[in-house]
T-cell receptor, first 113, second 113 residues
C-alpha cells in the first residue's frame, strides 16, 4: 500500500521553462509535506516544505502547492536550470505521534540546455 | 560543521556474514532513521528511533537490527537473514519539533560478493 505516489518516473524540460513535479497521497492524517532533491550516490537534500494549513509555499525558484481536497501536491521550478537535473522525492508526515516520513518513488528531472 | 556521517561509502559482504553500517550525527537531533533505496522504489524505512534506547520497526525491518545507545549514533546491522541486502542505505536525523525536515547522510552502498 503506497501512501505517497509519484506517478511520473521521469520528466524532461527545456532550460528556462517551468518544471512541474507531482505527488499524490492517500492518508488524510498527513499534515506536513516535503520535497527533496537527490543526486546519484549522495543523500537527499531538503528543498522546501509545506504545512497542511497552507496551500502554497515559495522559496526562490521553488514553489510547492498543496491541494488537500485532492490529496495532491506539486513542486514548480521556475526557471529550470541544468543544475536542477536530479531525482526529486516528495515525502509526507504527521506532526503528531511518531516522527515517521513516507517517501514517494521519485521523479527524475532532466533539464536540457 | 554539523552533519550526518555514514561510513563506509562502499561495503562488500560475503554471503552468510553480518555487516554493520555506521551513522553518526552531531546535529543534536533526537530522531534517527535508516532507509534503503532500490532502483525505482524510492526510500523505504527500515528502522527509526525517536529517543535513546528506543527504536521501532519500519516497513522492511526483516533481516536488519539496530541499536541506539547514544544520541549521536544509530548503527544498522544487516544480518545474514536479509536475503537481498544489495542496496544503497541512507541514514537520516531530525529534531522532534513540529514540521522539521530530515537531514541525510551521503549513504553506504552495500554489495554482496
Amino acid at each position: 500500500d503506497q501512501q505517497v505516489k509519484q506517478n511520473s518516473p521521469s520528466l524532461s524540460v527545456q532550460e528556462g521553462r517551468i518544471s512541474i513535479l507531482n505527488c499524490d497521497y492517500t492518508n488524510s492524517m498527513f499534515d506536513y509535506f516535503l520535497w527533496y532533491k537527490k543526486y546519484p550516490a549522495e543523500g537527499p537534500t531538503f528543498l522546501i516544505s509545506i504545512s497542511s494549513i497552507k496551500d502554497k509555499n515559495e522559496d526562490g525558484r521553488f514553489t510547492v502547492f498543496l491541494n488537500k481536497s485532492a490529496k495532491h501536491l506539486s513542486l514548480h521550478i521556475v526557471p529550470s536550470q541544468p543544475g536542477d537535473s536530479a531525482v526529486y522525492f516528495c515525502a509526507a508526515s504527521t506532526t503528531s505521534g511518531t516522527y515517521k516520513y513516507i517517501f514517494g518513488t521519485g521523479t527524475r528531472l532532466k533539464v536540457l540546455a | 560543521d554539523g552533519g550526518i556521517t555514514q561510513s563506509p561509502k562502499y561495503l562488500f559482504r560475503k554471503e552468510g556474514q553480518n555487516v554493520t553500517l555506521s551513522c553518526e550525527q552531531n546535529l543534536n537531533h533526537d530522531a534517527m532513521y535508516w532507509y534503503r533505496q532500490d532502483p525505482g522504489q524510492g526510500l523505504r524505512l527500515i528502522y527509526y528511533s525517536q529517543i535513546v534506547n528506543d527504536f521501532q520497526k519500519g516497513d522492511i525491518a526483516e533481516g536488519y537490527s539496530v541499536s541506539r545507545e547514544k544520541k549521536e549514533s544509530f548503527p544498522l546491522t544487516v544480518t545474514s537473514a536479509q536475503k537481498n541486502p544489495t542496496a544503497f542505505y541512507l541514514c537520516a536525523s531530525t529534531t522532534t519539533g513540529l514540521g522539521q525536515p530530515q537531514h541525510f547522510g551521503d549513504g553506504t552502498r552495500l554489495s554482496i560478493l
